[in-house]
């Protein structure tokens, strides 16, 4: 797995609030996650939206 640059940073991940998680097939062993959320910022509520490459890899092939 690739990305999730906010999911991996716990100070970041402390503000954020997911609401929705979708994956997305780009065919063959890859695809998208796509991770809707909330980002709070000084008691305020920021849309925040972005995307993760995951790639797939077949065990032992």
Same mark, same amino acid.
């Given at each position: 797995m690739r990305g999730i640059p906010l999911a991996v940073? !716990?100070?970041i991940l402390e503000r954020v609030?997911?609401? !929705?998680?979708?994956?997305v097939d780009a065919g063959g062993l890859s695809g998208f996650l796509l991770i809707s959320g909330r980002l709070k910022e000084g008691g305020d509520d920021i849309s925040y939206d972005f995307i993760s490459t995951i790639s797939s890899h077949p065990i032992g092939g």
């Open positions: 940073d !716990r100070g609030e997911f609401i !929705r998680l979708d994956y």
